[in-house]
């Protein structure tokens, strides 16, 4: 599974971004897709995450600020970034899984996307 990831750059505090991935290639029918980040110092970390079924998890952090979605048809998975505070700069990854087939629980990383919010 290859992932193309775009979205990042610099943001005053307060302002948005939206992130977005493409995943294709060995692709099942049954997935997850999401984002992870990771800043200086600090172990990489989900932010939000949903399934082709639409089960959601996410970082209490970004609770009501940030909204996931997806489109199934096209492998797509958007990430809103609202409101956004100094410490969600940190560099971006979106991630699959597969949640069925041979290639059962094998995640996929994609190159980061730095996001700076900085005045």
């Known amino acids: 599974v290859q992932l193309q990831a775009s979205g990042g750059g610099l943001v005053e505090p307060g302002g948005s971004l939206r992130l977005t991935c493409t995943a294709s290639?060995?692709?099942?029918?049954?997935?997850?897709m999401g984002w992870y980040r990771q800043s200086p110092g600090k172990e990489r970390e989900v932010v939000y995450a949903?399934?082709?079924?639409?089960?959601?998890d996410y970082a209490d952090s970004v609770k009501g600020r940030f909204t996931i979605s997806r489109d199934n048809a096209k492998n797509m998975v958007y990430l809103q970034m609202n409101d956004l505070r100094p410490e969600d700069t940190a560099v971006y990854y979106c991630h699959f899984v597969n949640l069925g087939g041979p290639t059962y629980g094998r995640e996929y990383w994609g190159k980061g996307t730095l996001v700076t919010v900085s005045s």
């Open positions: 290639g060995n692709i099942f029918r049954e997935n997850a």
């Open positions: 949903i399934t082709t079924g639409g089960s959601v």
